[in-house]
């Protein structure tokens, strides 16, 4: 009788290396992830072909091993308050600021000229079958992608890594298990969802994305020797529906007043408004997104009227910049976590 792989059985794990180039022991204390969805890691072993001319109708190319990691995918996981929401955010933006005698301890993660540090992720799948174990060594987050709202309640990190080793047999596991603690969630955003420092009810969704633009440099083998940097941006949108509160935001970006007068042409000039979101779950536990200076673009905007009534929606979108001195992008965490994640 053939058994399948229990597809529904296994682990996630992920911890920040302590020294690049050498892939993390099972025994390291790692972090014990909630993957969701069906996203996830490979080998990404490729092969390449050359056609030659034989003489024949149907070809028979010589075959070689292409590449092997690099782009090597990623995972969507929950987010945990109290140790996960704060290390995943420190893992690609690369800083983390820690302050407080005790819990809860305020981690302070914004972006600057630090680069994130190199990771290893171990997975198991199976367990009456396999199990099937690897591991993903001196890998760095390329992208990263929070979303919560309405239509997704509970808070999701979307992570995408680029790896110089990919991937490693293993034949144990971590031992770090589930905190227990339920994910951050739509509802404990209530009233902490501002524009320009006003709350506005009417929002019902956000996403974040963080892109560090990586690429990585081969050499003289399949696998990478080294990664390439480029370039990053960090992304923020908040949507919502058109009220009587949120048109004067979005007058006085395409007019340039809250009360443009008859005939007003759309202003030339760039506009930016500051997007703040804050997720409590206790006096302890809670994560805060700034971004305070995010160059709206309006492009897609249709306040018009529509045959069937109904909602009109409005994304506030655009790329965050730095606001003279400030981070574009803070992101600050109360957990009981006393040491820094990177």
Not at 65 to 81: L, M
Not at 295 to 307: C, Q, S, T
Request: glycine share 10%; with cysteine; aromatic share 8%.
């Amino acid at each position: 009788m053939t058994a399948t792989i229990e597809a529904g059985v296994g682990d996630v794990h992920q911890i920040k290396q302590a020294a690049a180039g050498t892939i993390e022991p099972v025994g390291s204390t790692f972090k014990h992830l909630r993957k969701v969805g069906d996203k996830a890691m490979k080998a990404a072993k490729t092969l390449g072909s050359e056609e030659w001319v034989d003489g024949e109708n149907f070809g028979s190319p010589g075959h070689y091993v292409d590449t092997v990691g690099g782009d090597v995918g990623g995972f969507v996981t929950q987010v945990q308050p109290g140790g996960v929401d704060g290390f995943l955010a420190a893992q690609i933006i690369g800083s983390d600021v820690v302050t407080g005698a005790s819990d809860p301890y305020t981690h302070t993660i914004a972006t600057s000229s630090a680069q994130g540090p190199v990771q290893t992720v171990r997975a198991k799948t199976g367990v009456n079958v396999g199990p099937f174990r690897q591991g993903w060594g001196d890998a760095l987050v390329n992208k990263a992608v929070m979303n919560c709202g309405q239509d997704q309640k509970v808070m999701h990190w979307d992570q995408d890594f680029m790896a110089l080793k990919a991937a490693v047999w293993a034949t144990s596991s971590p031992s770090a298990t589930d905190s227990g603690t339920d994910p951050y969630n739509w509802a404990e955003a209530t009233g902490a969802l501002t524009i320009d420092t006003v709350a506005f009810p009417e929002i019902d969704g956000e996403t974040l994305e963080i892109d560090r633009k990586l690429d990585v440099h081969r050499g003289d083998n399949p696998a990478p020797v080294c990664f390439v940097y480029g370039k990053g941006e960090v992304m923020r949108t908040f949507s919502a529906l058109v009220t009587d509160s949120v048109l004067p935001v979005i007058k006085s970006t395409l007019y340039g007043s809250t009360t443009p007068s008859h005939g007003d042409a759309v202003t030339s000039a760039v506009t930016s408004v500051a997007l703040e979101s804050t997720y409590t779950r206790s006096a302890s536990r809670s994560i805060k997104i700034t971004t305070p200076k995010v160059l709206v673009r309006p492009d897609d905007w249709e306040v018009f009227p529509r045959a069937e009534g109904g909602k009109i929606p409005i994304a506030f979108t655009g790329r965050c910049v730095k606001s003279g001195s400030t981070a574009l992008l803070t992101i600050v965490v109360k957990s009981g976590d006393s040491a820094a994640y990177v």
